[in-house]
């Protein structure tokens, strides 16, 4: 019986040992099979993005142009297939008559439509369509911070340059000095340089989705802050820009408005002039008042106080607390009105 037991505990154990070694062989088949797929996947995906990033260059450089002006350059987008090209108000300045460069090199004469410097938007115009390219703008409130941005213009004027980064925030308020404050603005990681104001900051399908303006200042080491920029939205840009070309002006800001013309002091801000009949009027603000407050808000500059008004929509009340030329203070109700565009 021993006999017995002993080659069968022993062919038994063979054949574990076989099926162990058959399951082995083919696991290791298989991962054999599996791994070059495995290393291969990370080259397609990145392979794949690249194409991604190509394409976009592809499909908005063509609607992206160079604007000069005896000031310096700018780049702009087209806006439409009439000619009609959005960029910022500081690229055009004082000038009326601009020479616009396409991205094939092709040198035409714009001129001016409309500017509307509240928002840093204006709209220039070339005869006909000039065989032009629209862009297409997305809708800009459907932004997600971490979404790729590519910026597309003519920094330093190297032409159709593109610079790529991602969405870095939304809905920031960003002051370009002087009293003018850009809300809402998108803050982007994509590097913008000077001649970038104006053209086109893209999304990965090739849509507009703003127009970069301004990059953010270092106050410790001064110049650009790298990586912080921030672009006007393409919401923002349509809508501005279409009433421009359709009126000639700004019918409709959107913008809360005082009714004063301002100054500084350096440690506040004076009323110098008030608007007859404005909000700032019909409230009893006259001129010499000192305005230390909005809404709760010290508004030591005129950056601030633009910070604070940015922050509100015509037809909201608020208190306005204010210093008089005789030393009193008074706090009054200010319904605000709504910023001109003609």
Do not use: W
């Not at 997305?138 to 920094?155: C, F």
């Not at 301004?214 to 923002?236: E, K, M, V």
């Amino acid at each position: 019986m021993n006999r017995l037991r002993l080659p069968l505990a022993v062919l038994a154990l063979s054949a574990l040992v076989a099926v162990l070694v058959a399951f082995t062989s083919n696991r290791q088949a298989t991962l054999a099979t599996a791994a070059p797929s495995a290393s291969s996947a990370g080259p397609s995906v990145a392979a794949q993005l690249q194409d991604d990033f190509v394409n976009v260059y592809r499909k908005v450089a063509p609607s992206v142009v160079q604007i000069e002006t005896s000031e310096g350059l700018g780049s702009g987008i087209v806006f439409d297939a009439k000619g009609d090209i959005v960029t910022n108000a500081h690229v055009v300045g004082a000038a009326t008559t601009f020479v616009v460069t396409t991205s094939k090199g092709r040198r035409l004469k714009g001129t001016l439509v409309g500017k509307f410097e509240a928002d840093d938007l204006a709209v220039i115009k070339v005869p006909g369509s000039a065989g032009l390219r629209p862009a297409t703008f997305a809708d800009s409130s459907k932004l997600r911070v971490g979404d790729i941005a590519m910026a597309i213009g003519n920094p330093l004027g190297l032409s159709s340059s593109v610079t790529q980064g991602i969405v870095s925030a939304l809905r920031r308020s960003a002051s370009e000095g002087g009293g003018i404050v850009l809300p809402n603005t998108i803050q982007t990681s994509a590097p913008i340089n000077p001649g970038n104001s104006g053209g086109a900051l893209a999304d990965i399908h090739g849509r507009v989705i703003g127009v970069p303006t301004l990059a953010a200042g270092d106050p410790q080491l001064g110049g650009a802050a790298a990586g912080i920029g921030f672009a006007i939205p393409s919401n923002t840009v349509r809508d501005i820009a279409g009433q421009i070309v359709k009126y000639g002006k700004v019918v409709n800001s959107h913008r809360a408005y005082l009714g004063v013309e301002i100054g500084e002091t350096g440690s506040c801000v004076y009323v110098g002039k008030v608007t007859a009949n404005g909000p700032a009027a019909k409230a009893g603000i006259r001129a010499g008042d000192v305005i230390v407050a909005i809404a709760g808000k010290a508004t030591p500059t005129s950056d601030e106080l633009g910070s604070v008004l940015a922050q509100h929509r015509p037809g909201q009340t608020v208190k306005v607390k204010i210093v008089r030329q005789n030393g009193s203070s008074a706090t009054v109700d200010l319904k605000l009105g709504e910023y001109p565009g003609g």
